[in-house]
């Protein structure tokens, strides 16, 4: 079942077309990563989901249900441009910023305390956020993005800004919430950061949506048949008719490492037996095309097509 | 609904509890109690009395001056000698009547425009006397010629006594004057809180929680409370440190009250019993035929709805800027007006009806300064309520303009705004 399913997203700002007739379907439970370069529509189409702003074309489903005034109590989102107030108490400020989102007071008190406790923040509850340390704060910001305990939580360029200790310690915590049945959407530019982390991603590109799926399938689709092979003699007599041979560097001390692309559809064995016959193997792996590489892939295919 | 009470609750209380508001809460009423017990503590306080050596060779003035705080010593010795004492002395020579007299204040020090003043006076006084008496009369024959004349104005339709602009025109510049600078003062302060949501950055959060305008309003009503609460501690801790004062120094007061009515019967000995009598009713017709109730409530509704008015204003530029030294280009225009009604308002008292008056208190922009300097001049009903509705018309457009463009500025950052850019945004859609 899908949480969130936008069918033929457009918006215009100005002249400019930010979104132009995107679909999208994010699975329920899924991590989802919307991907893509900077200004290419991440960020209209997560302020659209969270009634921000609105389309002018299209619509966008939550659970089967017209995106409405009430979705936003389901909704934590902590975005890419983020803040407090600096003169506010930290406890006030979650209970405040949990009231605005609809929780009872009593409840959104018990929530705060045991999210204060486990970020190791209790003795701060009645500081200022501006005596807190960078890192406090951004816990702080985390914990008031998911205070309310929202099925779907957007998180937009999570990882910019967030010290190392603090990014994996919210990685451990989305995940943690994700086993708890919620779905989380990442949006970022920094494909490599949430390669990992993601089950699901859709790129996109220059206002358009390019590529959507399952990580594993889409990766499964962008396989090459390349391998990465560490070897030591000359492989330079491999039958070229059967193997690309792409680059061959001098790797560790008298090692080299070569990519080796099979062309006729044998099988990795086939290879390796081949190159058992002219080397010395050290080293076999199959070249997995990362995100960013299909990314770079997928946009200059398109731009083929133009 | 819940949620803008969730606003205006977080507004008003992170403000009321702020240190800046307790101390002005507390210095405001010490202002304005101060303002009514320094004169009456300048007036009671002892002033040492100073001591002038008169040397008086013309020989009209032999133990005949006299002025506040001042003792005169009528001396014979020669004036060569008193010159070398280091008192101050006053040389009268020889004075013919039909001149310009010349007398001579010596001293070590400059004395002050006051004390030579009151020595001047004293002289004067005196000559003035002693010329009368050459001419045959005397003080009394001179006091019959006076008369008293009390113009009292009244409506020509109810016949009823108007306001005296006196009092009409206090009233009206104190509260033309008070929404001024409340509109200036806590408009301002909308703008700053808007801003530093924007450049927090936690405008975005709070956004995907409420919509942008209620938000805004939130915190317009919000400011709005807290300024209500601080006129109110004001007046009551103004009014108990009045009364906690003329009770304190109450015997002064009386006597201060004695000594001026003493001073004014003085002056005018002519007035009899019915006359005073006379006077007294006056005051109170005064008092009576002021719109006391129309005044109090016109200046409520003028600064609510003018504040409500510009603080929209006043938003909508805090939202377009991403710092508050970029705001200056667009208080400009908000100014303006505001200044403007100030500056017009001397026009506005010599003539409380004129044109120039009535349009500036129709335009919502100037109306509510400019309207509550002519309400105490006793405004026609009918106009005052067109001048409040075109006010309220103006504080909704202004809202429904500013909420437009507010909604977009929030969420712009680092582009360079222009008034285009204003009215792109004004038109854009959400």
């Keep these: 079942m899908n949480i969130v399913v936008a069918k033929n997203i457009s918006k215009k700002f100005g002249d400019h077309q930010a979104l132009d007739q995107v679909d999208l379907n994010i699975p329920q439970g899924a991590i989802f990563g919307l991907l893509g370069p900077n200004g290419a529509g991440k960020t209209t189409f997560i302020r659209i989901v969270n009634q921000i702003i609105t389309n002018d074309e299209g619509e966008i489903y939550i659970n089967d249900e017209k995106l409405a005034s009430h979705h936003i109590r389901d909704i934590g989102y902590l975005p890419e441009e983020r803040g407090l107030y600096k003169k506010m108490k930290v406890g006030e400020q979650l209970l405040y910023l949990a009231r605005l989102k609809g929780v009872a007071k009593s409840e959104a008190t018990k929530k705060i305390n045991e999210w204060l406790t486990k970020f190791d923040l209790k003795e701060w509850k009645n500081k200022n956020i501006e005596d807190l340390s960078k890192g406090m704060q951004q816990k702080i910001q985390f914990i008031a993005t998911i205070i309310h305990s929202p099925s779907l939580i957007i998180l937009d360029e999570p990882f910019s800004g967030f010290d190392p200790i603090n990014a994996s310690l919210i990685k451990d915590e989305i995940l943690k919430i994700r086993d708890q049945g919620s779905t989380i959407i990442f949006s970022t530019h920094r494909m490599e950061s949430v390669e990992e982390l993601c089950d699901h991603i859709a790129l996109i590109n220059r206002s358009k949506k390019i590529l959507d799926g399952p990580k594993l399938a889409i990766k499964e689709q962008f396989r090459t048949n390349t391998f990465e092979v560490i070897h030591k003699g000359d492989i330079s007599r491999l039958n070229p008719s059967d193997y690309d041979i792409g680059e061959n560097i001098r790797f560790d001390g008298d090692t080299e490492k070569a990519l080796i692309q099979i062309k006729n559809g044998n099988s990795p064995n086939h290879l390796l037996s081949d190159l058992i016959a002219l080397t010395e193997v050290h080293g076999f792996t199959e070249k997995i095309p990362s995100i960013n590489d299909i990314f770079i892939a997928k946009v200059k295919e398109e731009n083929n097509h133009e | ?430």
């Excluded at chain 2, 008293?148 to 108007?162: H, P």
């Design chain 2, 1 to 430: 609904m819940n949620k803008i009470w969730l606003i205006i609750k977080r507004e008003y209380f992170s403000r009321i509890r702020k240190k800046s508001f307790i101390i002005m809460s507390i210095l405001g009423p010490l202002l304005f109690g101060g303002i009514l017990v320094v004169p009456i503590w300048l007036a009671t306080r002892d002033n040492p009395e100073k001591l002038v050596v008169v040397k008086d060779e013309s020989g009209f003035f032999d133990h005949k001056l006299n002025a506040n705080n001042i003792q005169f010593v009528y001396t014979t010795e020669r004036i060569e000698h008193l010159l070398l004492q280091d008192s101050t002395i006053l040389h009268i020579p020889p004075i013919d009547l039909k001149r310009t007299v010349d007398i001579f204040l010596y001293g070590e020090n400059n004395h002050g425009i006051d004390f030579e003043n009151r020595i001047k006076n004293s002289l004067e006084r005196e000559l003035r006397k002693i010329r009368l008496s050459r001419l045959g009369l005397n003080q009394g024959k001179l006091d019959s010629l006076n008369t008293r004349v009390n113009l009292q104005t009244k409506n020509s339709q109810t016949g009823e006594a108007e306001a005296d602009s006196g009092v009409a025109s206090i009233v009206g510049y104190i509260g033309a004057f008070a929404i001024y600078m409340f509109i200036f003062i806590y408009g301002a302060q909308v703008m700053r809180g808007v801003a530093e949501e924007k450049t927090n950055r936690i405008i975005e959060i709070i956004i995907s929680s409420v919509k942008p305008f209620q938000l805004m309003m939130g915190k317009i009503v919000g400011i709005a409370l807290v300024v209500l609460t601080q006129l109110t501690v004001w007046i009551t801790l103004t009014s108990a440190i009045y009364l906690g004062i003329s009770a304190y120094y109450s015997d002064e007061m009386k006597l201060l009250a004695e000594t001026q009515s003493a001073q004014s019967t003085l002056s005018s000995p002519g007035m009899n019993k019915i006359e005073q009598a006379k006077m007294l009713s006056e005051v109170k017709d005064k008092i009576e035929g002021f719109p006391v109730f129309k005044t109090v409530f016109s200046f409520i509704f003028y600064f609510l709805a003018g504040y409500l008015m510009y603080a929209a204003l006043f938003a909508m530029v805090g939202s377009a800027v991403d710092s508050m030294e970029d705001s200056q280009q667009f208080m400009l225009p908000i100014t303006i007006p505001l200044i403007g009604s100030i500056i017009v308002l001397g026009a506005v008292l010599q003539d409380p009806h004129g044109s120039l008056a009535f349009w500036m208190s129709m335009i919502p922009l100037t109306s509510p300064v400019v309207m509550m300097m002519r309400v105490p001049f006793d405004v026609p009903d009918l106009e005052l309520l067109l001048s409040m509705f075109l006010l309220i018309g103006g504080f909704i457009s202004t809202t429904w303009f500013a909420g437009r463009v507010y909604r977009i500025g929030i969420l712009m950052h680092g582009s360079k705004v222009n008034y285009k850019t204003l009215w792109k945004w004004f038109f854009m859609n959400n």
